[in-house]
């Protein structure tokens, strides 16, 4: 049972890790625009070694040159910031409660500590893939089609990780309760 939620609480402290990281970064997407190198996250963009904010005016100026209606990306970007902001609160939710079930409180007796983590790490995972979704359709069907030399890159790479680790944390905590679970089943009475 222990290890089991050793390897849990492992993926999920690495896997909370990654979703900030990749949160935060400006790597989620590289493109070249008027031949210049130029990446954005979710929260900047950066073109000609400047970073500008994603609700700037330069981006409207951008974009419209383009001919992309500017008015559905703030939705999209909030939506996945909004998802990956929820998904690394919700895993350090679990982390806190997947510490606590290491410990053994009578006052926690009828609330099992590893059930709830591992709930915890799936709801995680719940909101890492929908905010991973939101952002790779409106970038696959808006922006990639718009930009000729674009790619995902290493910020978005770290989501998808994040998610795998999130959901391993949450199949480990589940198999710890299940193992709990069976041996009070077999236990004397």
């Given at each position: 049972?222990?290890?089991?939620?050793g390897?849990?609480?492992f993926?999920?402290?690495?896997?909370?890790?990654?979703?900030?990281?990749?949160?935060?970064?400006?790597?989620?997407?590289q493109?070249?625009?008027?031949?210049?190198?130029?990446?954005?996250?979710?929260?900047?963009?950066?073109?000609?070694?400047?970073?500008?904010?994603?609700?700037?005016?330069?981006?409207?100026?951008?974009?419209?040159?383009?001919?992309?209606?500017v008015?559905?990306?703030?939705?999209?970007?909030n939506?996945?910031?909004?998802?990956m902001?929820?998904?690394?609160m919700?895993c350090?939710?679990?982390i806190?409660?997947?510490?606590?079930?290491?410990?053994?409180?009578?006052?926690?007796?009828?609330?099992?500590?590893?059930?709830a983590?591992?709930?915890?790490?799936?709801?995680s995972?719940?909101?890492?893939?929908l905010g991973?979704?939101i952002?790779t359709?409106?970038?696959?069907?808006?922006?990639?089609r718009?930009?000729?030399?674009?790619?995902f890159?290493?910020?978005?790479?770290?989501?998808?990780?994040?998610?795998?680790?999130t959901?391993?944390?949450?199949?480990?905590y589940?198999?710890?309760?299940?193992?709990c679970?069976?041996?009070?089943?077999?236990?004397?009475?």
């Amino acid at each position: 049972m222990y290890s089991f939620m050793g390897g849990g609480l492992f993926c999920a402290i690495v896997g909370n890790i990654l979703l900030v990281v990749s949160a935060v970064t400006d790597y989620w997407m590289q493109y070249r625009l008027s031949g210049n190198y130029a990446h954005q996250g979710l929260w900047r963009y950066c073109m000609a070694n400047k970073c500008y904010m994603q609700t700037d005016s330069i981006g409207e100026d951008i974009y419209s040159t383009m001919r992309i209606t500017v008015s559905c990306f703030p939705a999209y970007w909030n939506a996945t910031r909004a998802f990956m902001i929820l998904s690394a609160m919700s895993c350090f939710a679990g982390i806190i409660t997947g510490i606590m079930s290491f410990a053994h409180f009578s006052a926690f007796e009828r609330f099992n500590r590893s059930y709830a983590a591992g709930i915890m790490f799936f709801i995680s995972t719940f909101f890492v893939l929908l905010g991973m979704a939101i952002y790779t359709g409106v970038t696959i069907h808006f922006l990639g089609r718009r930009f000729g030399d674009w790619r995902f890159s290493w910020s978005y790479i770290l989501g998808w990780v994040a998610m795998l680790m999130t959901f391993f944390a949450g199949i480990f905590y589940i198999c710890a309760y299940r193992e709990c679970e069976c041996r009070r089943g077999n236990g004397p009475r």
